[in-house]
């Protein structure tokens, strides 16, 4: 059974910063294509970022340069650590494992002043 548990969100203000974390249990993140989802309201889920196996990245216009997803396999945990956070960054963000269609449970992310 796969489950994917969010944290590390929160309320920040313009330009802070905050670090996601997906730690995954009944699949490996190194051995899958994993991504973060948001769904801000009233707006469709977009991806924001993902990692391929091989490591390589790929972000979203939106949150390219700001946003970096990174693994642990380690600890097979997923990160997404987020900079220069805008209120449009405001949204719930999920974990996904995309090869098997798994999902967190979603954490918010409010970014205010």
């Known amino acids: 059974q796969v489950q994917l548990v969010e944290s590390g969100g929160g309320s920040v203000q313009p330009g802070g910063s905050l670090r996601l974390s997906c730690a995954a249990s009944?699949?490996?993140?190194?051995?899958?294509?994993m991504a973060w989802y948001r769904q801000a309201p009233g707006k469709q889920r977009e991806r924001a970022a993902s990692i391929l196996r091989s490591g390589t990245t790929f972000y979203a216009d939106s949150v390219k340069g700001r946003f970096t997803i990174s693994r642990d396999n380690a600890r097979n945990t997923v990160y997404l650590q987020m900079t220069d956070l805008k209120p449009e960054d405001t949204a719930v963000y999920y974990c996904?494992?995309?090869?098997?269609?798994?999902w967190g449970q979603g954490i918010q992310v409010t970014v205010s002043s």
């Open positions: 996904g494992c995309v090869n098997t269609d798994s």
């Open positions: 009944g699949v490996s993140v190194s051995a899958n294509l």
